[in-house]
């Protein structure tokens, strides 16, 4: 039977063995090492700041490179948000009546101001053309009628100044034949029969003052015929416009109605000649969204497409509230994009267009009311598209299209100046020091180790204040595989024993 000192005692010797063994093979292995190198290899080089970094090691580990050059680095606020477009960047276009569409244009393709879009064959385009024709028609009767007013007025006229004449001389030959009755040389039948004659004409006179009313009633109700005709023309004028899509002048205009006829001179109104309702752009733009299939019905007002225009963006960011005494109206502000080009690709035609360098600027707004629960406000920056030396407004980058998340950056401190920068991803952490390898200008295919001495940064440029000149290039992808094999603090692979000590290698 085992006692418990039996037991302890067994226990003792087992770990003894296996201590004795541990150091026994370890001292067995440095000892082969240490044989192994004094037999076969030279003394270990003396540590140096350089690193080979010959073509087969830059493609291993995807090494790039940037250069060093000068930037005018500031302290800035950074607030993620992203584009959107402006209220006035998307247009639609709706039925102006029902009938039957066929499109002109395809989703996505690009439009410019003028261009057709669709066409609309409607029943309710065929009655404006009826309403217009009665309408022209009204306008010329009443006219007519305004045109035959002035010839009765004059012929009117001669004839009331004729009666008048015959009132006069009967008046007159009425007065003799009275002095001569009195004078006993006339007869009292001839007086009477002047008399008569006198007051016939004085009725006719009558007659004609009353037709010389009648007249200028009519005149006056003609005019007002005209005038309430054309007005009617105008409007509906106005609203074949609003039909057709263009304007009351253009429907006006006269088109020749067989060019190269011997009369050219026979023309007709252009609203006669539209058979379909062709509806054009009117801002250039891109066509978003089509509701419609050709050589389908739609109802009145019915959406049949919108185009956008991608370039009227304006940016919507979130800031916190604790940022509030650092944000203004008025302030200005810039956008960078969310993902930086890699300096290694800035060569080709798309990554030159979304370069960082590509000045993107506006002014900056803020919000009127701020989100209580979030502690969050909204800042809104309508960009200000950049412009070349000539003052001709050039092309926003390509990235900048509604819905793209990037940054708004906003200075809030700065030197003021242009430093030597570089990006801040090429700086690695080897315990408490900056690390930066800076490419040998004297041999290309080595990297040199430096502990850099950084200065402002801008969360993606840093400046640089001593080790380094103008046009220098330091490693930006692969810095860190640089610095885990030229570290002297990182732990290498090793294993440990059962005494709790470590020894590199794996025996």
Not at 225 to 231: C, I
Request: hydrophobic residues 40%; contains cysteine; negative net charge.
């Amino acid at each position: 039977m085992n006692t418990p000192t039996t037991l302890s005692m067994v226990v003792t010797v087992v770990l003894s063995a296996l201590l004795g063994l541990g150091m026994l093979g370890c001292e067995r292995t440095t000892a082969d090492s240490a044989n192994s190198q004094s037999s076969s290899t030279p003394a270990a080089p003396a540590p140096t700041n350089r690193v080979d970094i010959n073509a087969a090691v830059r493609q291993n580990l995807g090494i790039t490179f940037v250069k060093v050059e000068s930037r005018n680095v500031a302290r800035t606020l950074r607030v993620p948000g992203r584009f959107e477009l402006l209220p006035t960047a998307k247009r639609e276009y709706r039925a102006a009546a029902s009938g039957t569409v066929e499109l002109l244009v395809q989703q996505y393709q690009t439009v410019t101001a003028g261009m057709p879009l669709y066409r609309l064959d409607s029943p309710r385009w065929r009655e404006m053309q009826k309403e217009l024709a009665d309408a022209e028609a009204s306008v010329k009767l009443a006219q007519a009628g305004v045109d035959s007013i002035a010839p009765l007025l004059a012929a009117h006229e001669n004839h009331h100044a004729e009666i008048e004449k015959a009132v006069d001389l009967w008046a007159a030959r009425v007065t003799t034949l009275e002095q001569l009755q009195n004078a006993g040389g006339a007869r009292g039948d001839e007086v009477a029969q002047a008399k008569a004659s006198l007051a016939s004409s004085r009725s006719e006179l009558a007659e004609t003052l009353e037709k010389e009313a009648d007249l200028l009633a009519r005149k006056s109700e003609t005019a007002a015929q005209l005038d309430a005709a054309t007005s009617r023309l105008a409007f509906l004028y106005e609203a074949a416009a609003t039909l057709v899509g263009t304007s009351a002048g253009e429907l006006q205009q006269p088109i020749a109605s067989s060019p190269g006829s011997a009369d050219e001179r026979a023309s007709t109104p252009r609203w006669r000649t539209i058979s379909a309702i062709e509806v054009r752009a009117l801002a250039p733009g891109v066509v978003e969204a089509v509701s419609v299939v050709s050589g389908g019905v739609i109802d009145q007002h019915a959406h049949v497409l919108s185009t956008v225009q991608p370039d009227q963006v304006r940016f919507r960011a979130a800031a916190l509230q604790s940022d509030l005494p650092r944000l203004a109206d008025g302030q200005p502000a810039s956008v960078v994009p969310a993902q930086p080009t890699s300096p290694a690709n800035r060569g080709t035609r798309a990554a030159r267009a979304s370069d960082d360098a590509a000045p993107f600027t506006g002014t900056l707004t803020l919000a009127p009311t701020a989100d209580a629960e979030r502690r969050t406000i909204e800042l809104i920056l309508t960009p200000a598209p950049p412009r070349d030396a000539s003052g001709v407004v050039a092309t926003a980058p390509t990235w900048v299209k509604a819905g793209v998340s990037a940054f708004l950056e906003i200075v809030t401190s700065g030197s003021g100046r242009d430093e030597l920068a570089i990006p801040l991803k090429c700086v690695t952490r080897d315990g408490t020091a900056a690390i930066i390898f800076r490419r040998d200008p004297a041999d290309p295919n080595k990297a040199i180790r430096m502990e850099a001495d950084l200065g402002l940064d801008d969360g993606r440029w840093v400046v640089i204040k001593s080790g380094v000149a103008e046009g220098n290039e330091i490693v930006l992808d692969g810095v860190y595989q640089l610095m885990v094999a030229t570290s002297g603090t990182i732990t290498k692979g090793g294993h440990f024993h059962p005494d709790g000590t470590f020894h590199e290698g794996d025996e």
